[in-house]
């Protein structure tokens, strides 16, 4: 069953997403990029949900492309099933980088090659320790594509990236944190309570002002600081236009009724917005 691919559950306001394919290490055939971009697209303006959170049934959390439905059978197929396959797999990465709402992936397992899109596409990573993490192409025979030599660079030095992409050595969690390519490790057991920690942090933020955060450090990465300056004056002022009064009732609470102090935590009441986004 194609729906079987990607299965959820929205549990708090968190969407727990899992690849679902543990028998084939949750390897990205085209029916599962395909049922990938309809979760997205079901989940992301729910109003239940406020975080989402990617990981993987089983031992994996993706074993990259499938090797063979992804690469074999659609090459066999012709370019136009190639491109076609390439759109729907990058298409749903490139809309996990967007999303509306917070993102984090929770790393259980192996991750490889073509799994640094959506690893990317998370604003948040945190992996297990034992977690193995791979730019495995080299030893197949291809270059890290699908944008994954990219997501290398942006992550880590140069060196790192270098060597991990020529030796197609494996790293684990613990090294994959000291590496920068996800925010932290901790042992399997430990790690959906530290993710869930992480989640309802941000489930107490202004939903606005989250999206906004998420979307200026994406764009302004390829910016000069002067239009980084100027792009970010008129992303707050388009963010009060779907929030008019979260940052007044933030200031108001810590300037008159010193209720709370910003440098520490987050005001009361900051996770609703006076207005909803699009109104
Ligand atoms: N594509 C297609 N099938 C895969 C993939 C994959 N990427 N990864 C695993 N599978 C399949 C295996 O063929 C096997 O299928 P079978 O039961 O029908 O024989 C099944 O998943 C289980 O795989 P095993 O290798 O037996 O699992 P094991 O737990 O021993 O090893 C590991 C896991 C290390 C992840 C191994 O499967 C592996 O090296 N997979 C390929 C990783 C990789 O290099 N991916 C491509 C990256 S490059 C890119 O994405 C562009």
Redesign the pocket.
Known sequence: MSKDTVIYEVEDRIAWVRFNRP???N?MSPTLNRRMREVLDELEFRDDVGVLVLSGEG??WS???????YFRKTEAEGLGATRRAQAEAYGWWRRLRWFQKPTIAMVNG?C????YGPLFGCDLAFAAEEA?F?L??I??G?L???G?AKVAVELMSMRDAMYHAMTGEPIDGRKAAQWKLVNEAHPLDQLKARVTEVAENLLKKNPVALKATKDALRRVAEMTYDNAEDYLIRAQEAANFHDNSGRKEGIKQFIDEKAYKPGLGVFEGADKPAAKPGT
Request: charged fraction near 15%; glycine fraction near 24%.
């Open positions: 028998s084939k290490r390897s031992s994996a074993a990259g492309m499938d090797l063979n439905e192996w490889f090659g073509g799994g193995q791979g495995s192409e030893n197949w291809i890290p594509g699908g994954a």
